[in-house]
């Protein structure tokens, strides 16, 4: 499997149950933002998957390789894609500790609704209190991602400025409502972007 690539070789070892296996290949190669960790990001959506000291067998050793990554902003990634399965490879050493009292005032600050992330992650009441930072990151990319992706699909229905159809009533409402969810994208990838800084 040495000449495989490494993300073909660690879903062939998952494939017939030989986790560990998976681990070391993962240990053994250059890690990159593309294959590799794509292929960490299989691994721990495997683990996410698992229970008990089986679980520990394959989340430890792949939470020592992404601690021992020179690559900051690749060590931060992994981290976040890992919270997507659950999985929480940082314990304070990766991603920077923010409170809900930061939170609350960086929500406020680019305009986003701090009652958006509390749909899909626990958030503490206490303004000391520390929040998940892995996973409000993910919850603020997911909504610039939709708000992004429905202003374009809004963007596809109007006339071409250049052909001959005319602008109309609703083909201005439409322009209205697809600037606005531009503008809420760029306010939730600022947030996440944010909470990336210490």
Partial sequence: MSGARV????????????????VRIVRGRRPDRLRWRSAVSKLTASAGRMRGMTRTRVEEPVR????????GGLRQEVVIDARRYNVDLDRGEVLPFHTMGDLRRFAFLVGAD???IQQYVA??????APVDTAACILVGRAMAN????????????LPDPDGPARMRQHHRYLAERAGHDSDLASRWQTLADRLLRP
């Fill in 7 to 22: 993300t073909d070789a660690v879903e062939y070892k998952q494939r017939h149950g030989k986790d560990r296996d998976a």
């Fill in 64 to 71: 020592e390789v992404v601690l021992d990554l020179r690559d």
């Fill in 114 to 116: 701090v009652r958006t």
């Fill in 123 to 128: 958030l503490p009441e206490d303004f000391m």
């Fill in 146 to 157: 939709h708000h992004r992706r429905r202003a374009q699909r809004t963007w596809l229905e």
